[in-house]
């Protein structure tokens, strides 16, 4: 086994501590985009961790700066009392995107940590042969990356993870590119190897954009606000393993997260309440496309759910995953066409009869509910009455919007504006030139 970084003998007993961690990065324009603020965190031996949040949020990036691959702009990192200032020994970590060399075997790929840490080539081989074993790929030593699915190439990622004997496992979506019985059985097996102890791990902790996978494996829960990412709520689950996700008390802690992850706006502005904050959240719009909102609305007024939906149940029954779900979700409440609360989404007297109405009609509605709920929309039409040639360069607006927001998130948030102004017919576009304006061009 490799020997775990020495420890501290006055750390306060917590495998991983974060204290006031913050990352900045730096924009083109030189202006810096805040990514997490002020994160206090720590992992306890024998806990299973899981973080959620919207995209965006920053999880990735607080698990490669828990990971030292990602320097902190602000906060210390420390694993049993000692500060990690890079990679540290003791620490693996397993991507989404598997991340193997394709010009090297299964074993090749399962040596290379080992080779890294100047392990003897016989013993090398002998851990690796058995990590592959221990991940269920024996028979595979010999076969390319090319040769795998996507399930079996994961598991390459696991085996190389764990044949360095990790104090701490760190997961960065590990399941999320697989099928969905591929994931499940993967996640099932790594479960086992964790409650059998057939690994040395003493922690976990693992993104997730998959609600009830975090509650079907997590002992804690992490919900991430985001703009920028930081902790918004955290649930404790007592539930043994294996855990039904069918049971009263397994749903109503995934509607619990489903309630936080679609009332995060709300929160963030009360927590920071400073001016520049709330216009910042003010000028952020969820990327919703028109088709995708007007299809829920058309869903949720026909039976089975009849104007109500259980937020978990509406996933699955639209194949939506948990991230699609919560920008239509927002979307829909902001225009005033749903509520949300308690897990679940209400349609309004308006958005009934949005979905109720002809195509003009729908236009009609949808231009309403944009002057009344999206001032930064009600403010271009306001510029375009009052100019004297009813036009404006969009660049004028991006600059608005890069006044609040980074460049990337300004243009994101542009496009969306144009997208619902064009659908209501509030204002037209001319993409050659770059112009908005009252005439069609």
Known sequence: MDTIAPSNPNHDGNLITAEGISKTYQQPDHAGRLVLDHIDFTLKEGEIVAILGKSGSGKSTFLRVVAGLTPPTEGTVTYRGQPVYRPAQGIAMVFQSFALFPWLTVLGNVELGLEALGVPREERRQRAIAAIDLIGLDGFESAYPKELSGGMRQRVGFARALVVNPDILLLDE???????????????????????????????????????????????????????????????????????????????????????????????????????????????????????????????????????ADLPHLADSEHLTTDDLVVLAEALQLLGFAQV???????????????????????????????????????IRRVLDERPGHAAPEARFLGELEDHLSEEEAGRVLETVINWGRYAELFAYDYDRGVLSLENP
Request: proline share 4%; hydrophobic share 40%.
């Open 341 to 379: 609360g308690g897990g679940d989404i209400e349609i309004t007297v308006v958005g009934r009869s949005f979905a109720d109405a002809d195509m003009l009609r729908r236009k009609q509605i949808f231009a309403e509910q944009l002057m009344r709920n999206i001032g930064f929309i009600a403010h």
């Open 174 to 308: 590990p399941f999320s590119a697989l099928d969905v019985l591929t994931a499940e059985t993967l996640r099932g097996d790594i479960l086992d190897l964790w409650l059998e102890r057939r690994v040395p791990t003493k922690g976990i902790i693992f993104v997730s954009h998959n609600i009830e996978e975090a509650v079907d494996i997590a002992d804690r829960i992490i919900v991430f606000g985001s703009d920028p990412g930081c902790i918004q709520a955290e649930i404790q689950i007592s539930l043994p393993h294996q855990r039904d996700w069918t049971s009263p008390a397994f749903r109503r802690i995934v509607d619990e997260v489903y309630t936080l992850l679609t009332t995060v706006r709300g929160r963030e502005a009360g927590r920071r309440g400073s001016r520049a904050d709330t216009l910042s959240l003010q000028y952020r719009l969820p990327d919703a496309s028109i088709q995708q909102l007007v299809g829920l609305l058309e869903v949720l007024t026909v039976d089975p759910f009849n104007g109500r």
